[in-house]
Nanobody, 119 residues
Framework: VQLQASGGGLVRAGGSLRLSCKAS????????MAWYRQAPGKQRELVAS???????IYSDSVKGRFTIARDNSLYTVDLAMNALKPEDTAVYYC??????????????WGQGTQVTVSS
């Protein structure tokens, strides 16, 4: 099982970006999916998460600006980011808890994608 993230880049403050992440491999079920980020010198933090029943959680810092959405048929999770601020600059990682056939659920991470917001 692998997670492949895409969509990062450089944007001015107030702009928008959309991150996408796709899971591939032998997958029976995907439970929680999420996006995390890690800024230089800081710990990785949860940005947003979505359960298999589309229940979402957002960090206070992005609430109202970011939207997480998943497509269970395509094994994807997207993060739409609007009204971006310089403090949103970080490497963004997608995460998924995935159950493959005949194994216990495992935690999987994408490779990280850089988001840079200039002031």
């Amino acid at each position: 099982v692998q997670l492949q993230a895409s969509g990062g880049g450089l944007v001015r403050a107030g702009g928008s970006l959309r991150l996408s992440c796709k899971a591939s491999g032998i997958i029976w079920r995907i439970d929680d999916m999420a996006w995390y980020r890690q800024a230089p010198g800081k710990q990785r933090e949860l940005v947003a998460s979505v359960t298999s029943r589309d229940r979402t959680i957002y960090s206070d810092s992005v609430k109202g600006r970011f939207t997480i959405a998943r497509d269970n048929s395509l094994y994807t999770v997207d993060l739409a980011m609007n009204a971006l601020k310089p403090e949103d600059t970080a490497v963004y990682y997608c995460y998924a808890r995935i159950l493959s056939f005949g194994t216990d659920p495992g935690d999987y991470w994408g490779q990280g994608t850089q988001v840079t917001v200039s002031s």
